[in-house]
């Protein structure tokens, strides 16, 4: 019985801390203003996911328009996630099947030689 409520808590722990309004203040509590950095392979485009009130999640909208302003090489299209997947992690399982899912995983290691010159006046790169 003593199981059974542990893990009936857990479940019900692991659902409130994942809805949508709720998860995104436990984001911004728990893992800072930038935990979640996205770039393509030439750092050309840089975006550090921020967790404000108002602010959305990630969409497509900025990596479309930084491919028609910029028009970049095809390799450099792709946007890469610099983050690794923990599941362990169960306040951030919302973020990751919504968001994450749908980008591929890519060290900045293996960007940052490849990086073109940082400009901080680009407003496609945070970082």
């Known amino acids: 019985m003593k199981w059974k ?4 808590t857990l479940a019900i722990v ?4 994942n809805l949508p ?5 436990i984001l911004l509590m728990i893992d800072g203003n930038d935990p979640f ?22 969409t497509d909208w900025p990596i479309n328009r930084f ?11 792709q946007v890469f996630r610099l983050y690794k997947i923990n599941p362990l992690c ?5 973020y990751y099947i919504f968001i994450s899912r749908d980008y591929k995983y890519k060290s900045w290691d293996d ?8 400009d901080p006046e680009s407003m496609w790169q945070d970082f």
């Open 5 to 8: 409520f542990i893990f009936v």
């Open 37 to 58: 950095r996205y770039s393509n392979s030439n750092a050309s485009f840089t975006l550090v996911e921020s967790f404000g009130f108002k602010d959305p999640y990630l």
């Open 111 to 118: 960007i940052e030689p490849n990086r073109v010159p940082y």
């Open 90 to 94: 169960f306040w951030r399982w919302h």
């Open 67 to 77: 491919i028609e302003e910029t028009n970049p090489s095809e390799e450099d299209k």
């Open 21 to 25: 309004i709720i998860n995104k203040n």
């Open 14 to 17: 692991i659902i409130i801390v």
